[in-house]
């Protein structure tokens, strides 16, 4: 009976495509998994606010599964970035989000995407979070016709409906995040705008310009700093006298947040929505994160930290493997279904990454297109053959 059993699902393995992996998940029916727990999340501090984020967390199994899989497609892409890197097929600036997941998946997990958001150069998460898909990002990075910006804009510079960028200045993007707080509110949509920044660009003068027009006209801005303890090769504690990020604003309340639990970041950063929908003004946000590869490509990253440092950070804190252990001691998933999912994204990564290397480069003719909002003629005296462009929107 058993050998006639076995024959049947191989049988049926062969007709579905399932692998063997697969075919151990679907032994288990979902009433098998537990379908909701709660957890105990970190306390956040907390700066000029009566009250913080819940200590206890509620997941799902379903959201679970979505926060490992958006997790898991950010650190594989990355990585692949970092591949491609290597290959000389990605050049210029590439700065890389790998241990920082957490950040991207829980903003994403608590705001709508409705709502608005602005990064700095480190922006291929929130790119995909955004709704990107990982082809069209590599294909940026590789500077195709089929990337998200048409292989105009590269990796800093990725665009989606209500996602401006990947912005290269250090700390330009925290005003931008203001003016579209601001439009958000004369709008009066019920939108806020995410705006994030590093650690790097917290001592910017433009962010405390921001902040101070924006508690002023109590515009619904999350100013969030995501803090990886080093800008480019300096740590927190060389560059700043505080590193309390959360408290820089001053007369703005502030939150600071485990940034490698997505559950704590989630919470957070659905509280601090709340704040702003409820017409209280700006709130700031800091999430303690970690980069595990350098500032960017150029930086090896263990010149001024130690290998061990990484490697302590990797085992004890790691974001995705927080995540995975709390869904398999609750019973929410199994271990064979965690592997169908890497099994997946590293397929659809494999896949993303052949089109971006094997898509055309743009085309002269592409260069003076998506300039201007109209079709204004486009002549520069001298210079045969720019001249005989055509700009088109």
């Known amino acids: ?25 679907a032994s288990r029916s979902l009433s098998d998994f ?27 199994r379903e959201q679970g599964l979505q926060y490992y899989r958006t997790m898991q497609m950010v650190r594989r892409m990355e990585l692949k970035a970092d591949q491609l890197y290597k290959q000389k097929i990605i050049r210029g600036f590439c700065h890389l989000y790998d241990g920082q997941e957490a950040c991207a998946a829980g903003i994403e997990a608590a705001i709508n995407p409705s709502d608005h958001l602005i990064t700095a150069y480190r922006a291929h998460g929130y790119t995909y979070t955004r709704g990107v898909s990982v082809r069209e990002i590599l294909a940026e990075l590789t500077g195709r016709i089929g990337g998200v ?18 912005n290269g200045i250090v700390g330009a993007q925290v005003p931008l995040g203001a003016g579209i707080a601001l439009a958000c509110q004369y709008q009066g949509n019920n939108q806020i705008c995410v705006t994030l920044y590093g650690d790097g ?7 405390f310009e921001s902040f101070n027009m924006a508690a002023l006209w109590k515009l619904p801005c999350v100013f969030i700093c995501e803090n ?45 929505a709340d704040h702003c929908r409820a017409g209280k003004g700006p709130i700031i946000m800091e999430l303690q994160t970690y980069r595990y590869h350098g500032h960017s490509m150029s930086d090896p990253g263990v010149s001024y930290r130690t290998r061990e440092e990484i ?28 592997k169908e999912i890497d099994i997946q994204i590293r397929k659809e990564v494999e896949e993303a990454a052949q089109f971006a ?3 055309p480069e743009p085309p002269l003719e592409e260069l003076c297109n998506h300039i201007f ?4 003629p486009l002549e520069v005296r001298g210079t045969n053959p720019w001249s005989k462009l055509k700009s088109i929107s």
Do not use: W
């Open 1 to 25: 009976m058993k050998t006639m059993l076995a024959i049947i699902s191989n049988a049926l393995c062969r007709i579905t495509g399932r692998s063997a992996g697969a075919r151990v998940v």
């Open 34 to 60: 537990t379908p909701q727990a709660t957890f105990d999340i970190k306390k956040c501090d907390v700066h000029r606010l009566e009250a913080g984020p819940p200590v206890k967390a509620e997941l799902t």
């Open 149 to 166: 910006a048409k292989g105009k804009g590269g990796s800093m510079h990725m665009y989606a409906p209500h996602f401006y960028g990947g």
């Open 201 to 207: 660009a917290a001592n910017q003068g433009q962010l």
């Open 228 to 272: 990886n303890k080093y800008g480019m090769g300096t740590s927190v504690e060389r560059a700043s006298a505080s590193t309390d990020y959360y408290k820089r604003g001053d007369f703005i309340p502030g939150l600071r947040v485990d940034g490698m639990d997505v559950l704590c970041v989630r919470e957070a950063a659905r509280f601090a």
């Open 311 to 338: 490697q302590e950070v990797r085992s004890k804190s790691d974001p995705i493997s927080l995540l995975k252990e709390r869904l398999l001691s609750n019973n929410m998933a199994s271990v064979e279904e965690l």
């Open 357 to 359: 290397t094997s898509d």
């Open 373 to 376: 909002s109209n079709n204004p």
